[in-house]
């Protein structure tokens, strides 16, 4: 099955950028969706089709995926980005819908 | 503005089948756009997909769950539901509905607030 891999943790100063990698094989072609998800709180979607944002996410949320890494970057963070993110794809080769680890952001 | 609200039982028995309904409201769970999932969370782990079902009520489970797993959808209701069978302590968890697009557009864009299941003797 399908895997995709993310680090753990990642760790960012206040008005700094934060990459998130997401990896898996050939994942450059196909679409990668991200989740925000703060504690105690449901998953909210904050870039679908690999850089799309829905609406009320803010313009310092964007996506890039190539190769075998898709990367959610946020810039200019700020306190309240302190949350896990997960990426999301669907699998066409077996019709599943997969996740990532997760990766927890802590804003230094 | 969609909503979807989870409900069932908090605490489940060992060996017991689990059994969850999604309540959707503001749009129709029969749009031929959509399909309808649950994902669940462990407590302090990621998030992990059971599976989707489309309004015809075609199915699509995780690998891994499949064996336990029966999604349905009632369109007359405008709900979808869960049972998962043979439950173990690793079940427990909290567990989300949420609407997903199709193929590239699988995406879950809208989410439950989730219910948290126990299961526990």
């Known amino acids: 099955s399908y895997v995709l891999t993310q680090p753990p943790s990642v760790s960012v100063a206040p008005g700094e950028t934060a990459r998130i990698t997401c990896g898996g094989n050939?994942?450059?072609?196909?679409?990668v969706h991200w989740y925000q998800q703060k504690p105690g709180q449901a998953p909210v979607m904050v870039i679908y089709?690999?850089?799309d944002r829905p609406s009320g996410i803010p313009e310092r949320f964007s996506g890039s995926n190539s190769g075998n890494t898709a990367t959610l970057t946020i810039s200019r963070v700020e306190g309240g980005d302190e949350a896990d993110y997960y990426c999301?794809?669907?699998?066409?080769?077996?019709?599943?819908?997969?996740f990532g680890g997760g990766t927890k952001v802590t804003v230094l | 503005q969609l909503q979807l609200q989870e409900s069932g039982p908090g605490l489940v028995k060992p060996s017991e089948t689990l059994s969850l309904t999604c309540t959707v409201s503001g749009d129709s769970i029969s749009s031929r756009n959509y399909y309808w999932g649950w994902i669940r969370q462990p407590p302090g782990k990621g998030l992990e997909w059971i599976g989707n079902v489309y309004y015809t009520g075609n199915t699509y489970y995780n690998p891994s769950l499949t064996s336990r797993v029966t999604i349905s959808v009632d369109t007359s209701k405008n709900q979808f539901s869960l049972k998962l069978s043979s439950l173990t302590a690793a079940d427990t968890a909290v567990y989300y509905c949420?609407?997903?697009?199709?193929?590239?557009?699988?995406?879950?864009?809208?989410w439950g607030q989730g219910t948290l299941v126990t299961v526990s003797s």
């Open positions: 999301q794809l669907w699998d066409r080769n077996s019709d599943v819908w997969v």
């Open positions: 050939n994942i450059g072609s196909t679409s």
């Open positions: 089709y690999d850089n």
């Open positions: 949420a609407r997903s697009g199709q193929g590239v557009t699988a995406c879950f864009d809208s």
